[in-house]
Nanobody, 120 residues
Framework: QVHLVESGGGLVQPGGSLRLSCAAS????????MGWYRQAPGKQRELVAH???????MYADSVKGRFTISRDNAENTVYLQMNSLKSEDTAVYYC??????????????WGQGTQVTVSS
């Protein structure tokens, strides 16, 4: 089994910052990519940021220049530094990992989600 545990969400004022963390543990052979998604009330889940094993980065247009994704391969952990937060960033943020649990079994795994609320 693979577990993803997120932390770092909370309430922050507009213009503030938060840092999300997601640690993967369990039966992990190799991680291909990790990323962050979010889902606001009444909306579909959307990609926020993604980092591949090659360190190629991808960001949603709405967060470019404000959010930074990074990864600690030794710790199987991915981070999302969120600066200049806006009310429209309010959502539940989910961590995702695309990984091999053994030499041939590839799967997508999700964390339980962490709430980020941007409000004055």
């Amino acid at each position: 089994q693979v577990h993803l545990v997120e932390s770092g969400g909370g309430l922050v004022q507009p213009g503030g910052s938060l840092r999300l963390s997601c640690a993967a543990s369990g039966s992990i052979f190799r991680i291909n990519a990790m990323g962050w998604y979010r889902q606001a009330p009444g909306k579909q889940r959307e990609l926020v940021a993604h980092i591949a094993s090659s360190s190629t980065l991808m960001y949603a247009d709405s967060v470019k220049g404000r959010f930074t994704i990074s990864r600690d391969n030794a710790e199987n952990t991915v981070y999302l530094q969120m600066n200049s937060l806006k009310s429209e960033d309010t959502a539940v943020y989910y961590c995702n990992a695309n990984l091999f649990s053994d030499r041939i079994t590839l799967g997508d795994y999700w964390g339980q989600g962490t709430q980020v609320t941007v409000s004055s």
